[in-house]
C-alpha cells in the first residue's frame, strides 16, 4: 500500500517568505508527526496530531510555525516569515494511533531552503 | 524529556565484518526504544523496536540489538556486513508515559569496506 508522501519534495524560498508543506499519511492512521531534522543531526519532534486536533505542539520552535489537520487525514504545516535557520529536512510520521509503542511511519521529507 | 547518545557519528567495518552502533538513554524509567535506518533520499525505516517484551530483539535484514536495564543502553548489531547496510542509523527513544512523540539521536554513519 501507498506510504506517507509529502509535498514538495524540494523547496527554495527567500527570506521572509510564507511557505507551506504538506503530508499524505497512510490511510486509516489517527496520528499525525511532524519533525524538522538540520544537517547532521536527527529528526526533532515538533508536532503531532491525535486526529484532527493538536496532541502536542510543544517542539514547535516560535509562533511562526503553525501546523493544522483539518479533516484528521491530511496536514499543513505553515511558516511564515521565513528564515535562514529554517533550512532543513521536514519529515512527516504517522501511526495507527498515538498509544505506543506503535511504530511511526515516515516520509521522504521535504528539504526546505531558505536563500 | 527524554535524551539519546550515539556514539560514533561515523563507523567504518569491512564487508563481513561484526557492525556495532551504540545508543544510550537517559532516563530512571526504562522507555520504549526505536532503531530507525536512512538511506540517502528516502524516509526512515524502522528496523526493531523493544516494547518491554525480550531484551534481545530481533529485527529486519539481520539486524539485533539488545536491551540492557543496568547500562541504559540498546547498542545495534549485525553479526555480518553487506555493502547493502551502508546508511545513516538513529535511535530513537520514547516516553511510556508522556505521549508517542520520539527522541532521536544525532544518527550513526555506516560505511562498509568492500
Known amino acids: 500500500g501507498a506510504g506517507v508522501s509529502q509535498t514538495p519534495s524540494n523547496k527554495v524560498t527567500e527570506k521572509g517568505k510564507y511557505v507551506e508543506l504538506r503530508c499524505d499519511p497512510i490511510?486509516?492512521?489517527?496520528?499525525l508527526y511532524w519533525y524538522r531534522q538540520s544537517l547532521g543531526q536527527g529528526p526533532e519532534f515538533l508536532i503531532y496530531?491525535?486526529?484532527?486536533?493538536?496532541?502536542?505542539d510543544s517542539g514547535l520552535p516560535n509562533d511562526r510555525f503553525f501546523a493544522v489537520r483539518p479533516e484528521g487525514s491530511v496536514s499543513t504545516l505553515k511558516i511564515q516569515r521565513t528564515e535562514r535557520g529554517d533550512s532543513a529536512v521536514y519529515l512527516c510520521a504517522s501511526s495507527l494511533e498515538a498509544s505506543l509503542p506503535n511504530e511511526q511511519f515516515f516520509g521522504p521529507g521535504t528539504r526546505l531552503t531558505v536563500l | 524529556a527524554q535524551s539519546v547518545t550515539q556514539l560514533g557519528s561515523h563507523v567504518s567495518v569491512s564487508e563481513g565484518a561484526l557492525v556495532l552502533l551504540r545508543c544510550n538513554y537517559s532516563s530512571s524509567v526504562p522507555p520504549y526504544l526505536f532503531w530507525y535506518v536512512q538511506y540517502p533520499n528516502q524516509g526512515l525505516q524502522l528496523l526493531l523496536k523493544?516494547?518491554?517484551?525480550?531484551?534481545l530483539v530481533k529485527g529486519i535484514n539481520g539486524f539485533e540489538a539488545e536491551f540492557k536495564k543496568s547500562e541504559t543502553s540498546f547498542h545495534l548489531t549485525k553479526p555480518s556486513a553487506h555493502m547493502s547496510d551502508a546508511a545513516e542509523y538513529f535511535c530513537a527513544v520514547s516516553d511510556r508515559g508522556t505521549g508517542n512523540q520520539f527522541y532521536f539521536g544525532t544518527g550513526t554513519s555506516l560505511t562498509v569496506i568492500p
Open positions: 496530531f491525535q486526529g484532527t486536533g493538536a496532541a502536542d
Open positions: 490511510s486509516g492512521h489517527t496520528a
Open positions: 523493544y516494547t518491554s517484551a525480550a531484551t
